[in-house]
């Protein structure tokens, strides 16, 4: 007896010779939640694990707690850096009046005062490296780097600001138990509460 071949149900979307555009990133069907445009190339993301849930939600309750009304806290939602680039930030911080309504399924790169990136293992190389280089060249002008440190796996925060002449990210600070800064706006975060959640 043999076995049965595998049969392949889903048909993948063939890329253009020239890459998607972030209308193409809109407009697919059945693309997986959380799919991510980069230099025209679809990134589909692996399963999160409780690390990076538990994180986004500290920190986003943790940004809420003090935010200006004049912004809003936006978690996993399409950034258009531009025609080629919609990476999917972990957490955004946007103007207040960026905010259309429940239907919006973007933003634009100068909406955002603040991206962050939790580290996943499938996404070291682009949360270091490749987003933050883009982030910067688009102008946003903070930039937090989440990541798992230390043998209770706590999380440790890099805060970044905007060079404006170099478009590149200088360093403001490192958080490990506690995230203490006065930029974008005033925050004040026990990272070690991710440890109860």
Do not use: C
Request: avoid cysteine; aromatic fraction near 6%; glycine fraction near 4%.
């Amino acid at each position: 007896m043999t076995a049965e071949p595998l049969r392949h149900t889903s048909s993948w979307p063939v890329p253009p010779e020239d890459g998607y555009t972030v209308d193409d990133l809109f407009e697919l069907p059945d693309l997986p939640p959380h799919t991510e445009l980069i230099d025209g190339s679809l990134i589909l993301v692996s399963p999160q694990r409780n690390f990076h849930a538990d994180v986004i939600d500290l920190l986003v309750a943790g940004l809420r707690s003090t935010l200006p009304e004049d912004l809003r806290v936006k978690r996993e939602m399409t950034v258009v850096l531009d025609r080629r680039n919609g990476p999917e930030p972990d957490i955004s911080v946007v103007r207040a009046d960026a905010v259309t309504g429940p239907r919006q399924t973007r933003y634009q790169a100068s909406d955002l005062v603040l991206a962050v990136e939790v580290v996943s293992p499938d996404s070291e190389a682009r949360d270091r490296d490749t987003k933050p280089h883009k982030y910067a060249k688009a102008g946003i002008p903070h930039f937090w780097l989440v990541e798992m440190a230390g043998e209770q796996d706590a999380p440790v925060v890099r805060t970044y600001l905007l060079n404006p002449i170099s478009k590149t990210y200088d360093s403001t600070g490192t958080h490990i138990k506690q995230l203490t800064a006065d930029q974008p706006f005033a925050v004040d975060i026990d990272l070690t509460a991710v440890e109860r959640l």
